[in-house]
């Protein structure tokens, strides 16, 4: 976006170290603290003091550890989140902004779906094995459009709130991975693909109004 870009307000870092384990779901230490460029070793001690709390647990699986929000965490996070977005006066900017968003979340999903799957007339879910160039094309194609899409939501929102300042971004770093040949950059997890990137900014909007997943279109 360049360095005119309007920036919002700004979040403090108590907030964004509870938020970015919200975000990334399951990330240790180093995770939490890059998700929003934040120094290491005070995020250490948020997580530390946030853990004491009761916000957050740790937890390993098949030598991989991570911290993940509490029940009691996500109250917390949404609380937090509440008032800053009040303090900044952009409630019904974002919940406009979301409401355009929705329908982009829609064909966001039907690309992902229709990278993964490519139906024939004796499988209506057989796999995308990626010999078909054409219809290969026409995913990335969608996915282009919706980075173009992506990048009008994320100038409009940062103006509020700088934090999510960066979606769009990260999108087309993942999408241009994927024209560049490496078509795991569609959906793969545990890095920024445009899906991760996608669910997290989903994850994100819907943190911020307070909107319980799965209930999207009637808090929308």
């Known amino acids: 976006m360049g360095g005119d870009r309007v920036s919002g307000s700004a979040s403090a870092p108590e907030l964004l170290t509870l938020h970015a384990v919200r975000l990334k779901g399951v990330a240790d230490d180093r995770g939490v ?5 934040l120094d290491q070793a005070a995020t250490t001690e948020l997580l530390l003091d946030y853990q004491a709390f009761g916000w957050i647990t740790w ?13 009691a965490g996500r109250v ?3 609380r937090r989140l509440a008032i800053e977005l009040d303090q900044a006066a952009g409630r019904e900017w974002i919940r ?7 329908p982009l979340n829609e064909r966001l999903q039907q690309a992902c779906t229709d ?5 024939t007339e004796a499988d209506a879910l057989a796999f995308n094995d990626h010999t078909d160039s054409q219809w290969d094309r026409r995913v990335i194609e ?4 919706l980075g173009q899409a992506l990048r009008t939501i994320s100038n409009r929102i940062s103006v509020v709130l700088d934090r999510f300042h960066g979606y769009d971004e990260r999108f087309a770093a993942a999408l241009a991975k994927v024209r560049a040949g490496d078509g795991t950059w569609v959906d793969r997890t545990g890095a920024d693909s445009c899906h991760t990137v996608w669910f997290e900014l989903h994850e994100d909007l819907i943190a911020t109004l307070g909107i319980p997943r799965g209930a999207e279109v009637a808090g929308g």
């Open 33 to 37: 603290a890059e998700r929003f460029a």
């Open 59 to 71: 937890s390993e699986f098949a030598g991989t550890g991570g911290w993940s929000l509490t029940d």
């Open 76 to 78: 917390e996070n949404e």
């Open 96 to 102: 406009e902004t979301y409401s355009e968003f929705l």
């Open 115 to 119: 990278w993964q799957l490519r139906p």
């Open 142 to 145: 969608e996915l282009r459009s």
